[in-house]
């Protein structure tokens, strides 16, 4: 299972918007509406941000939201704040495992 | 609270073997699928293992099957993944974390993580 493919790195000024993108295969995020995306800063865990594609767990910012269109899952951060800045991660079922992709770090300028 | 905290990690050398723990609290431990996910130096996350509520369901990503076993105690509320056969490849920060109960198949909580060293 090769690992979904993210941008290396995106970046905007704080109160603009970016999207990371996460492309897989119809095995993959393709085939399951089970894509989820994680924030994680230097040296910490991984926080749940988005789960099944377009869902926010209680307590994450609602300038967080998923997207899905064929084998192409996509994380916008909207009205982009200075803590956002970090690593971000898709994660997809790919039944019965799991593939992340390779991350994406999100300067904020 | 709900916590997972893993522990067991340490330095070893190449080949040998070495088991961690990831001990729940604060919820219902034998109700919930647990993972395992590592992340090595400077690299991204990579997905090892989960296994289901009673230990009956399992499963491996294809590349460590054969080396690393997941396994867990509900009575204990802990899990394990038993790593045997270590390479260098295999130093990282181990995380446990469990499945989101709303959706089974996002990990909602994560361990601080264990580091494992393999080196000789």
């Known amino acids: 299972q090769s690992a979904l493919t993210q941008p290396r790195s995106v970046s905007g000024s704080p109160g603009q918007s970016v999207t990371i993108s996460c492309t897989g295969t119809?095995?993959?995020?393709?085939?399951?509406?089970?894509v989820s995306w994680y924030q994680q800063y230097p040296g910490k865990a991984p926080k749940l941000m988005i789960s099944?594609?377009?869902r926010r767990p209680s307590g994450v910012p609602d300038r967080f939201s998923g997207s899905k269109s064929g084998n192409t899952a996509s994380l916008t951060i909207s009205g982009l704040q200075a803590e956002d800045e970090g690593d971000y991660y898709c994660?997809?079922?790919?039944?019965?495992?799991?593939?992340f992709g390779t991350g994406t770090e999100v300067t904020v300028l | 609270e709900v916590q997972l905290v893993e522990s067991g990690g340490r330095l070893v050398q190449p080949g040998g073997s070495l088991r961690l723990s990831c001990a729940g609290t604060?919820?219902?431990?034998?109700?919930?699928?647990v993972t395992w996910v590592r992340q090595a130096p400077g690299k991204g996350l990579e997905w090892i293992a989960n296994?289901?509520?009673?230990?009956?369901?399992?499963h491996c990503v294809d590349s460590l099957r054969g080396r690393f076993t997941i396994s867990r105690d509900s009575a204990k509320s802990t899990l394990y993944l038993q790593m045997n056969n270590l390479r260098a490849e295999d130093t990282a920060v181990y995380y446990c974390?469990?499945?989101?109960?709303?959706?089974?198949?996002?990990?909602?909580?994560w361990g601080q993580g264990t580091t494992v060293i393999v080196s000789s």
């Open positions: 974390a469990k499945y989101d109960i709303w959706s089974g198949f996002a990990m909602d909580v």
């Open positions: 604060g919820f219902t431990f034998s109700r919930l699928w």
């Open positions: 296994i289901n509520d009673d230990g009956s369901d399992k």
């Open positions: 119809s095995s993959d995020v393709g085939g399951y509406n089970y």
């Open positions: 099944d594609v377009s």
């Open positions: 994660c997809s079922y790919a039944g019965p495992n799991y593939v």
